[in-house]
């Protein structure tokens, strides 16, 4: 049996102005870095074989801060990254509303091959980031492995490793810095935790 802790990024500056960032490398806040130093005294009992995170700044330096003092090498994939946003990245919800209304209509339809010019479908970030986690079950059978992501990214990890429907990719939400804790076994995943911020509560 082989152990995944999931983690999203800490905050960014565009997380707290509500702007979509996909592929864009936006660095974390210094309540990010709180965040992911929390977490770290969280997970500090964790004996990690393996890490691993997307090639984003703020991926890596989270799982950097979490990782601390192990001599556990980060290794960053591109496999890991967010949702390519395309043209909305970098646009709020309300900005990208008014420049590109149609789209804008289209994106609210759970429709898993809709991508905005440029960016990339849930059908193809899911089977992405799906081919990386099975890689991982065979490569670390029995091992407690780190894996710093994306929120939209992450959840269709989760959603590929529970062998939940692709519609599924709809139903979850994960907040900066929480922890979710998948075990893997030859034929199955089970999720022991998600979305987990109670860590967080003291962080302003």
């Not at 970030?125 to 780190?146: A, K, Y």
């Not at 959840?155 to 939940?164: Q, Y």
Request: charged share 25%.
């Amino acid at each position: 049996m082989g152990t995944f802790y999931i983690v999203r990024h800490g905050e960014t500056l565009w997380n707290a102005e509500g702007r979509i960032q996909g592929h864009t490398d936006v660095g974390l806040t210094e309540r990010g870095r709180e965040q992911a130093r929390v977490t770290a005294r969280r997970l500090s009992d964790i004996a990690f074989g393996a890490a691993y995170s997307s090639d984003m700044s703020r991926t890596r330096e989270t799982a950097e801060i979490i990782l601390g003092e192990r001599d556990t090498p980060l290794k960053p994939v591109p496999e890991l990254r967010e949702y390519n946003k395309g043209v909305f990245e970098g646009l709020t919800p309300e900005e990208y509303r008014e420049q590109y209304p149609q789209l804008y209509e289209s994106s609210l339809v759970n429709d898993p091959d809709f991508a905005p010019p440029g960016g990339e479908t849930i059908r193809q970030c899911q089977s992405r980031i799906s081919r990386f986690l099975s890689s991982l079950r065979e490569l670390h059978p029995g091992d407690d492995v780190l894996i710093v992501g994306h929120g939209g990214s992450l959840r269709s990890g989760i959603v590929a490793l529970l062998e939940l429907p692709l519609e599924a990719n709809w139903k979850f939400v994960m907040h900066n810095c929480a922890l979710s804790v998948v075990r893997t076994y030859p034929d199955n995943s089970v999720m022991h935790l998600y979305n987990d911020t109670s860590h967080l509560k003291d962080v302003g």
